[in-house]
């Protein structure tokens, strides 16, 4: 059975599920625990179950660079991330990364006014001062032609906007954000999906991070990933998210960006287009309107 897509993320399919449970089942360091698919996640799919230190989340499909980060940040920080109680490269004699990790009672919530945005960005900063203690971690790293290609699958999609303007600009723009914004080693996937709380909703108490994709890149870009994927004036705080990790930095005695007003309008056109070309015009209703994803994206493209 095919278990992971093109892109290396597990399928979610009955189908792929019941194997997995089977794999669970087979598997020797897993013992007793009795796991029920969850809808949750994309990269690797969730299971809960129970073991003798209670609920607990069991993650399949988790890469060797996923396991030593949610490892080592659990470890390092016991209030940046989920306590993780075990971890392994096979399930049931496949190859196939899974890691288990203690269950949280709730998430960010969308009813505390903004405060939420700012657990987020905090969390975000707090991981970067934590990476920067690591000799030689695994992480990947941002490269020119890999955010030059975010703009052309934008362009190809019939993203809003000046386009062509902000793809004949980035090699200048891309030399400058570097040169003004010291690359950090970021999460890589800072939104808040990928947080968890300690108490449940409406108690409020530090964010702890999931699936880290750490990434060596301008610190500004986790900051404007997450601020392009909330970008909703219904809600109250989705706005100033780099602000406010630059606010967190400096408190961390961490270096901000010389020209931040500059560097985020840059950051936040290029991940409107990144965005834009993944998920095309018409994004889950669920997650936003059509007509506020339409106009916040091209009002990003448009200020660059």
Not at 29 to 46: H, N, Q, R, T
Not at 161 to 178: I, K, Y
Request: aromatic share 8%.
């Amino acid at each position: 059975m095919e278990i992971l897509d093109e892109f290396g993320r597990v399928r979610r399919t009955p189908e792929v599920a019941a194997y997995l449970d089977e794999l669970v089942q087979g598997e020797s360091a897993l013992a007793g625990l009795k796991p029920e698919a969850i809808p949750w996640g994309m990269s690797g799919m969730y299971f809960t179950g129970r073991w003798p230190e209670g609920e607990v989340l069991l993650k399949v499909g988790v890469s060797e660079t996923q396991r030593f980060w949610s490892s080592v940040v659990a470890e390092r920080d016991p209030g940046l991330a989920p306590r993780v109680l075990a971890a392994g490269d096979r399930l049931g004699g496949v190859e196939l990364g899974w890691v288990v990790m203690e269950r949280l009672p709730g998430g960010l919530h969308d009813g505390w006014g903004g405060a939420e945005f700012g657990l987020l960005m905090d969390a975000g900063v707090r991981f970067q001062a934590l990476a920067r203690t690591i000799a030689s971690p695994p992480c990947a790293e941002l490269t020119a032609d890999a955010v030059h290609g975010w703009l052309v699958a934008g362009k190809e999609r019939d993203a809003p906007g000046p386009v062509d303007a902000v793809l004949e600009r980035f090699t200048d723009d891309w030399r400058f954000v570097n040169e003004v914004c010291e690359p950090e080693i970021c999460h890589g996937d800072l939104h808040m999906g990928n947080v968890l709380m300690r108490t449940p909703a409406p108690e409020i108490s530090p964010a702890l991070l999931i699936d880290f994709e750490p990434c060596r890149m301008p610190w500004v870009f986790d900051a404007a990933y997450a601020q392009v994927l909330n970008s909703d004036p219904a809600r109250a705080g989705w706005q100033g998210l780099v602000g406010q990790m630059a606010d967190h930095r400096r408190t961390r005695g961490l270096p901000v960006c010389a020209d931040l007003t500059r560097v985020t309008t840059i950051a936040l056109a290029w991940y409107a287009l990144r965005m834009w070309g993944m998920l095309g015009p018409t994004p889950d209703p669920a997650w936003r309107e059509t007509a506020v994803w339409l106009e916040q994206n091209r009002a990003y493209i448009a200020a660059l």
